[in-house]
């Protein structure tokens, strides 16, 4: 199933029950050579991560994410430590809020025209390149045979738990001065029928905007 096709199935938001889950402990293997790494720009400069966290101003900034070959990250944001705090702490990704099953995947458009990510406690970001035209980054480019995707970030869309819509709300970043964005990320597969979870990969990062 190629990403497109899975695009439109995480798109439908449906709960699946899921049975006892065989997780692996973190650190884990990469999954047939898929790694991805994280940077942070603005103003064009890099900024440095310590310890999972970094501090930005309050405006717009680039998430990038460099990926060793086409496939997907998913990407929980939140305004809530929750989930950052449980991947921190190792605990298995099918506990961390976002990541409990396969349809909690929020609806987005290809190459990241309104500069924007979504924020939702219980659902991800669906991060993914699988082509030039068939990605969710503004820009990607290629380097020492690594995919770098650039999302730019202006805004927010905080996104009304119903999952309707209608009561979404969109911020820019400069509303966001003295808050806290934490990010979860993972390279996962469902498995058997999606009753399982393969989980080989995951990084977590703070930002706070001064």
Known sequence: MNHSALHRILA???T???????????????????????ELRQNGK????????AKLKNEPFDLILILSEPFAVRVNASLQPKSYDDAKAGI???????????????????????????????????????????????????????????RTI??????????DH????????????GKTLYFVFANSKWIENYSKQEEYQRDFLKIDFK
């Open 12 to 14: 439908i938001s449906i």
């Open 16 to 38: 699946i029950l899921c049975g006892a889950l065989i997780i692996p402990k973190v650190p884990l293997a990469y999954a047939h050579n898929q790694h991805f790494e994280i």
């Open 46 to 53: 890099i900024i440095p991560v310590e310890d999972h966290a």
């Open 92 to 150: 298995p990704l099918t506990e961390i809020h976002g990541f409990q099953d396969a349809g909690r995947g929020m609806a987005d458009t290809l190459l990241n025209p309104n500069k924007e990510i979504f924020i939702e406690n219980d659902s991800i970001n669906y991060l993914y390149y699988d082509g030039p035209k068939d990605h969710r980054f503004n820009r990607v480019s290629r380097k020492k045979g690594k995919i770098i995707g650039k």
């Open 154 to 163: 202006r805004q927010v869309v905080i996104v009304e738990p119903s999952g």
């Open 166 to 177: 209608l009561g979404d709300i969109t911020q820019p970043i400069k509303k966001l001065k």
